[in-house]
């Protein structure tokens, strides 16, 4: 019997359709559930066309919204489940830094949501910042939060011991499987022999050939492809507000210094006040943990933004999308690195909404099918808790965690 003949009779309680962090995440909570689920991926294993490849993602609590704030300390608390279950080193706090014009709207926001929930900080001047981490000089214009709960995640480490852990719990893995259609035609008719809800359908192709496998309940969890995904569902839901931008973080060499062991975000300039409209991260890359050659001098730099395109499908890898000089320009707070080397560029996707916010949700025309997108560029830190938040979704119909605004709805 070939291999697409024994696959064709395959079901599954869950299926969960993309293998980032997001859907390795999920599958992983639904098996700890004890729950059969299997996740399927289009790219090989190692693919990097997607946002969750690379060495390094921050973890921070400071956020504009006390929403994000409070869903990155339940992050940590699962970070660190994962870690000891897996015995590695996935998450090492360093502390982080806020700088800005304190007339930013984005940094008076963060410091109004880190001041409400009582979050542990500083107020720091340039001089106290020089004095604390003396590989900065601000100028007298900025001020910063120092918030002590921040840290690096290893994103290479994390990727692989998230699929581990759900392999280990019972979870199945099918990686360079193309998802062609989703027939939920019937999933909430009821069948005519057992009056039970009918099976969802999934055609896919795999490089042997195409196959059919059903399941009870879908997540869809694919990132850029997530519109591309729900076109193939049938009946068609409504497309979601999705923006694909391309992105291109760079990673900086100095040979006059060492990086700051702290990471930060420089928030938008005021309205009007300067050039710089988005927000900029920097991660220090430490060797130690990352296993980056000369990791204790290099820095990760990326902007909140990148180039708009129309699918996945339009990235050209190694094509540069950022203006090298215009980046470096925003860090001129470390000067160590005014003329830094740039030793390696990142390409990633982001999967934007509207209001930057995530998307987790079920189909208002099939609730069996639950969607886990638009995590904008920042949704990796909490891939712990949004994969245990639609798995309850999934499994119970609901989540404990607080998720308001992540609604579909909102953009009707």
Same mark, same amino acid.
């Given at each position: 019997?070939?291999?697409?003949?024994?696959?064709?009779? @395959?079901?599954?309680?869950?299926?969960?359709?993309?293998?980032?962090?997001?859907?390795?995440?999920?599958?992983?909570?639904?098996?700890?559930?004890?729950?059969?689920?299997? @996740? +399927? /991926?289009?790219?090989?294993?190692?693919?990097?066309?997607?946002?969750?490849?690379?060495?390094?993602?921050?973890?921070?609590?400071?956020?504009?919204?006390?929403?994000?704030?409070?869903?990155?300390?339940?992050? /940590?608390?699962?970070?660190?489940?994962?870690?000891?279950?897996?015995?590695?080193? +996935?998450?090492?706090?360093?502390?982080?830094? &806020?700088?800005?014009?304190?007339?930013?709207?984005? %940094?008076?926001?963060?410091?109004?949501?880190?001041?409400?929930?009582?979050? &542990?900080? *500083?107020?720091?001047?340039?001089?106290?910042?020089?004095?604390?981490?003396?590989?900065?000089?601000?100028?007298?214009?900025?001020?910063?939060?120092?918030?002590? &709960?921040? #840290?690096?995640? =290893?994103?290479?480490?994390?990727?692989?011991?998230?699929?581990? +852990?759900?392999?280990?719990?019972?979870?199945? %893995?099918? %990686?360079?499987?193309? @998802?062609?259609?989703?027939?939920?035609?019937?999933?909430?008719?009821?069948?005519?022999?057992?009056?039970?809800?009918?099976?969802?359908?999934?055609?896919?192709?795999?490089?042997?050939?195409?196959?059919?496998?059903?399941?009870?309940?879908?997540?869809?969890?694919?990132?850029?492809?997530? =519109?591309?995904?729900?076109?193939?569902?049938?009946?068609?839901?409504?497309?979601?507000?999705?923006?694909?931008?391309?992105?291109?973080?760079?990673?900086?060499?100095?040979?006059?210094?060492?990086?700051?062991?702290?990471?930060?975000?420089?928030?938008?300039?005021?309205?009007?006040?300067?050039?710089?409209?988005?927000?900029?991260?920097?991660?220090?890359?430490?060797?130690?943990?990352?296993?980056?050659?000369? #990791?204790?001098?290099?820095?990760?730099?990326?902007?909140?933004?990148?180039?708009?395109?129309?699918?996945?499908? *339009?990235?050209?890898?190694?094509?540069?999308?950022?203006?090298?000089?215009?980046?470096?320009?925003?860090? *001129?707070?470390?000067?160590?690195?005014?003329?830094?080397?740039?030793?390696?560029?990142?390409?990633?996707?982001?999967?934007?909404?509207?209001?930057?916010? %995530?998307?987790? &949700?079920?189909?208002?025309? *099939?609730?069996?099918?639950?969607?886990?997108?638009?995590?904008?560029?920042?949704?990796?830190?909490?891939?712990?808790?949004?994969?245990?938040?639609?798995?309850?979704? @999934?499994?119970?119909?609901?989540?404990?965690?607080?998720?308001?605004?992540?609604?579909?709805?909102?953009?009707?």
């Amino acid at each position: 019997m070939s291999t697409s003949a024994r696959r064709a009779e @395959v079901h599954h309680d869950v299926v969960v359709v993309g293998a980032g962090i997001m859907g390795r995440a999920v599958g992983w909570h639904i098996a700890e559930a004890g729950t059969d689920v299997l @996740v +399927l /991926e289009r790219q090989s294993e190692h693919g990097i066309t997607g946002s969750s490849h690379g060495a390094s993602r921050g973890l921070r609590y400071s956020y504009e919204d006390p929403v994000y704030a409070r869903l990155a300390m339940h992050a /940590e608390t699962w970070w660190r489940y994962a870690e000891r279950r897996a015995g590695v080193e +996935l998450l090492r706090m360093c502390g982080g830094l &806020d700088i800005g014009d304190p007339r930013s709207p984005s %940094f008076i926001r963060t410091l109004e949501t880190v001041r409400d929930l009582g979050l &542990d900080h *500083d107020i720091l001047t340039p001089a106290a910042v020089a004095a604390r981490f003396p590989e900065f000089a601000l100028g007298g214009e900025l001020s910063t939060i120092y918030q002590p &709960d921040a #840290g690096l995640i =290893n994103a290479a480490r994390a990727v692989e011991t998230f699929r581990a +852990l759900a392999e280990e719990a019972g979870a199945t %893995f099918s %990686f360079e499987t193309a @998802v062609l259609r989703i027939d939920a035609a019937s999933a909430t008719e009821p069948a005519p022999a057992t009056g039970a809800p009918s099976r969802i359908v999934l055609a896919c192709r795999v490089p042997d050939g195409e196959y059919s496998l059903s399941c009870d309940r879908l997540v869809i969890c694919a990132g850029p492809w997530t =519109n591309e995904l729900l076109a193939r569902v049938d009946p068609r839901p409504a497309s979601l507000p999705l923006a694909v931008l391309q992105c291109e973080p760079l990673h900086l060499e100095t040979r006059h210094g060492r990086a700051p062991d702290v990471l930060f975000y420089r928030h938008p300039d005021p309205p009007g006040a300067a050039s710089f409209d988005e927000g900029i991260y920097v991660q220090p890359q430490p060797g130690d943990f990352l296993g980056a050659p000369g #990791g204790d001098s290099r820095i990760k730099v990326g902007r909140h933004g990148g180039l708009a395109v129309s699918s996945p499908s *339009d990235v050209v890898l190694g094509r540069a999308v950022e203006d090298h000089a215009a980046l470096t320009s925003r860090i *001129d707070i470390l000067p160590d690195f005014h003329s830094a080397t740039v030793v390696d560029t990142d390409t990633c996707l982001y999967t934007m909404t509207p209001d930057d916010g %995530f998307i987790l &949700d079920a189909l208002d025309s *099939d609730s069996r099918i639950v969607v886990a997108a638009g995590f904008s560029g920042h949704g990796f830190k909490f891939a712990p808790v949004v994969g245990r938040a639609i798995a309850e979704i @999934v499994l119970d119909g609901s989540t404990e965690y607080e998720i308001a605004g992540m609604d579909m709805l909102r953009f009707e």
